[in-house]
């Protein structure tokens, strides 16, 4: 009598579960297609477990583990999503940049979360590729799906975005600025912790020099990021002079200002301009001045109000500050959406937001890609993979480091204890003028029979 389906179903379920359990990833996705193509049940609960198994496969099984991806996707069963951001890891093992963005892209948009251990490990790996869109794609996923960075989720940004960084010169007029790259300036009065907030962005303690001494910025200081670097994303930072503080003499001042007026103007390599305001005091007359400035010369770059120090006032702005903020910048001609970000260069908090419009500086290099080259490339990447994944199995498969750990590990435990005792229940035995690891019926001290 033919086995009924549910029947079969438990037989395919409990063969693939011990296969995963013995970390047969090769022979998980064997038996799979096996049973696809056989006409055999696969229960659609255990594909997320077969899946995972295929990703962590060194066989090329990421190839079939996206084919079920897409067929899961088409059925609408949910669990397929929490596949993403495994694939995603495989993907950038075996090198696939592209197959990993658009996973990435996906979960996304899935709006499901993952632990931050996963994020941060693509946050680091997009890094080591030099995806610095990777990178931030990934920190996109974890804003919609509510996940909060943490110290290694910062670490690893900061590393991924600024691989090298150097001071290029300082600029005292137009005709002095260094060539054009893409280039995000910060600005604002002086000791308002501009200098600082470069430094914990680029992950540097002594980069930018930081004082307590007013006005000791008195150019504009360039410093280029990956400027040596292969891989791209190559752009500036500029710390601009603080303006505004009694101690700098007023014909310094003017001439300060003149000069931004004009880099403002002309300057269009400038992607993002970032205002940054004592969180303790609010907008002074001269933040006023460089609101007006900007909303006045036209400029193209964004424009982001950044409230530095907030440790100084335990962590917590009061709202009459961020209110006063938005009524000047709608006095000042400036826009009242205009973001206003949170920072302490002490605590770090407010990195990983600022970087958000960073970006636009530290991306302006990088091509985007239309969604048919993303796909035309992601299925090349798969080309490719499939490729090697027969060519694996012509040659007989990728070596088992399953069973390397397992031999080792007995071997080891020989060592310590004595022939034949081994806690793992893994002993060795005679077979055929070979010794084989076996399971051990029993446990045996060294000197027990």
């Known amino acids: 009598m033919e086995a009924s389906k549910d029947a079969r179903e438990?037989?395919?379920?409990?063969?693939?579960?011990?296969?995963?359990?013995?970390?047969?990833?090769?022979?998980?996705?064997?038996?799979?297609?096996?049973?696809?193509?056989?006409?055999?049940?696969?229960?659609?609960?255990?594909?997320?477990?077969?899946?995972?198994?295929?990703?962590?496969?060194?066989?090329?099984?990421?190839?079939t583990a996206m084919g079920i991806v897409s067929e899961l996707e088409v059925q609408g069963i949910g669990e397929w999503k929490e596949v993403y951001p495994v694939a995603a890891q495989a993907a950038l093992r075996t090198g696939r940049v592209s197959l990993a963005r658009d996973l990435v892209i996906r979960l996304k948009g899935s709006r499901d979360s993952a632990p931050v251990t996963t994020y941060n490990y693509l946050i680091k790996q997009f890094g080591k590729a030099g995806s610095l869109q990777g990178v931030f794609l990934v920190l996109d996923a974890m804003k919609e799906a509510g996940?909060?960075?943490?110290?290694?989720?910062?670490?690893?940004?900061?590393?991924?975005?600024?691989?090298?960084?150097?001071?290029?010169?300082?600029?005292?007029?137009?005709?002095?600025?260094?060539?054009?790259?893409?280039?995000?300036?910060?600005?604002?009065?002086?000791?308002?912790?501009?200098?600082?907030?470069v430094n914990m962005l680029s992950n540097r303690k002594k980069l930018a020099f930081s004082s307590k001494t007013p006005g000791k910025t008195q150019q504009f200081n360039y410093f280029v990021v990956n400027g040596q670097d292969d891989v791209g994303n190559k752009f500036h930072l500029v710390d601009l002079p603080g303006v505004g503080y009694a101690k700098v003499p007023v014909a310094v001042r003017r001439e300060w200002v003149g000069f931004l007026t004009s880099y403002l103007t002309q300057r269009e390599s400038l992607k993002v301009l970032f205002h940054l305001v004592d969180s303790r005091h609010g907008p002074q007359k001269d933040d006023l001045e460089l609101m007006k400035l900007y909303a006045e010369t036209k400029c193209s770059a964004a424009f982001v109000v950044v409230l530095t120090k907030i440790d100084k006032i335990d962590g917590k702005v009061r709202q009459s500050i961020v209110d006063g903020v938005r009524d000047a910048l709608v006095e000042c001609g400036c826009s009242r959406d205009t973001?206003?970000?949170?920072?302490?260069?002490?605590?770090?908090?407010?990195?990983?937001?600022?970087?958000?419009?960073?970006?636009?500086?530290?991306?302006?290099?990088?091509?985007?890609?239309?969604?048919?080259?993303?796909?035309?490339?992601?299925?090349e990447e798969l080309r490719q993979a499939a490729v090697e994944a027969e060519a694996n199995r012509v040659a007989g498969g990728p070596k088992r480091a399953s069973s390397k750990r397992a031999a080792g590990g007995a071997k080891k435990a020989d060592k310590k204890k004595g022939k034949g005792a081994i806690k793992s229940g893994i002993r060795r035995e005679p077979f055929n003028g070979q010794e084989l690891y076996v399971k051990a019926k029993s446990k045996r001290g060294p000197n027990q029979g």
């Open 147 to 197: 996940v909060e960075a943490d110290a290694e989720t910062l670490e690893f940004l900061s590393n991924a975005a600024v691989r090298q960084i150097e001071f290029v010169k300082g600029a005292v007029s137009v005709d002095t600025l260094p060539d054009p790259l893409p280039e995000a300036c910060f600005a604002g009065r002086s000791n308002v912790g501009k200098s600082s907030l």
């Open 339 to 379: 973001p206003i970000l949170q920072t302490s260069a002490e605590t770090k908090r407010g990195r990983d937001e600022v970087w958000n419009y960073l970006k636009l500086a530290a991306l302006a290099s990088e091509q985007e890609e239309t969604d048919d080259e993303r796909r035309n490339q992601v299925e």
């Open 10 to 63: 438990e037989v395919v379920e409990a063969v693939l579960r011990g296969l995963v359990k013995m970390q047969r990833f090769d022979l998980v996705e064997q038996s799979w297609v096996a049973c696809a193509e056989g006409g055999l049940p696969t229960p659609p609960h255990l594909a997320t477990v077969v899946v995972k198994a295929m990703c962590r496969s060194q066989s090329g099984g990421l190839v």
